[in-house]
């Protein structure tokens, strides 16, 4: 029977290293660390992680660190399900960052099977809300950056050029090396391709 600690960073600019310290400093015994950079969104993808979870079913691994739970499952659904093919199989999850759970093994059955689900639910949901309103921030941040970006910050008068230049006859090409605008730092830049596409088919529209 072994100990894992599973690490889960969803970018390359998270540090893996720092979930480590932190899972080692609740871990007793020796361990393997099985490293994976994925999305918890994305678990059929997680190559490391199902295999983690088959050596579970083997019963090879009785205890599972993790920095947070959801490095485990976003999706409050999910979480629950793991948490009891885990305990079907006999290997706990322990979580750095909710380590006020290792309370809910100690209750003797069978009000540890009561409480311990209400507390899954609860902080499934809780998991599942943060998602959530992260998923809305990004949603706000790239919006604010199209107005700021491409074809929103152009002028009134750069976008008629384009449509000048194309009635013309000039290629979309052309017309990227012919129209120019000012930049937020009075620096002066050639009209993207993209951008000319973009105005020709709205145009068109």
Same mark, same amino acid.
């Given at each position: 029977?072994?100990?894992?600690?599973?690490?889960?960073?969803?970018?390359?600019?998270?540090?893996?290293?720092?979930?480590?310290?932190?899972?080692?400093?609740?871990?007793?015994?020796?361990?393997?660390?099985?490293?994976?950079?994925?999305?918890?969104?994305?678990?059929?993808?997680?190559?490391?992680?199902?295999?983690?979870? &088959?050596?579970? /079913? =083997? $019963?090879?691994?009785?205890?599972? @660190?993790?920095?947070?739970?959801?490095?485990?499952?976003?999706? #409050? +659904?999910?979480?629950?399900?793991?948490?009891?093919?885990?305990?079907?199989?006999?290997?706990?999850?322990?979580?750095?960052?909710?380590?006020?759970?290792?309370?809910?093994?100690?209750?003797?059955?069978?009000?540890?099977?009561?409480?311990?689900?209400?507390?899954?639910?609860?902080?499934?949901?809780?998991?599942? &809300?943060?998602? /959530? =309103? $992260?998923?809305?921030?990004?949603? @706000?941040?790239?919006?604010?950056?199209?107005?700021?970006?491409? #074809? +929103?910050?152009?002028?009134?008068?750069?976008?008629?050029?384009?449509?000048?230049?194309?009635?013309?006859?000039?290629?979309?090409?052309?017309?990227?090396?012919?129209?120019?605008?000012?930049?937020?730092?009075?620096?002066?830049?050639?009209?993207?391709?993209?951008?000319?596409?973009?105005?020709?088919?709205?145009?068109?529209?």
């Amino acid at each position: 029977m072994k100990t894992i600690i599973y690490l889960r960073t969803s970018t390359a600019e998270q540090n893996p290293q720092n979930q480590l310290k932190d899972c080692e400093s609740i871990c007793e015994g020796e361990y393997e660390v099985v490293e994976e950079k994925q999305s918890a969104f994305k678990d059929t993808d997680r190559a490391k992680f199902n295999a983690v979870r &088959e050596r579970i /079913k =083997k $019963k090879e691994i009785n205890h599972l @660190i993790v920095w947070d739970w959801d490095r485990l499952f976003r999706n #409050r +659904k999910k979480f629950i399900e793991f948490f009891k093919f885990c305990d079907l199989y006999g290997c706990k999850i322990h979580s750095f960052r909710q380590q006020y759970f290792e309370d809910f093994y100690k209750i003797p059955p069978p009000f540890d099977e009561i409480v311990s689900n209400l507390i899954l639910n609860l902080m499934g949901h809780v998991a599942e &809300e943060e998602s /959530k =309103k $992260k998923g809305e921030r990004v949603k @706000i941040a790239y919006e604010n950056r199209k107005g700021r970006w491409g #074809r +929103k910050s152009l002028s009134k008068g750069t976008i008629k050029e384009v449509l000048e230049k194309k009635k013309q006859g000039l290629s979309i090409r052309e017309i990227s090396d012919s129209v120019f605008y000012w930049d937020k730092n009075r620096n002066q830049k050639k009209v993207s391709v993209g951008a000319v596409h973009k105005i020709l088919h709205e145009g068109n529209k």
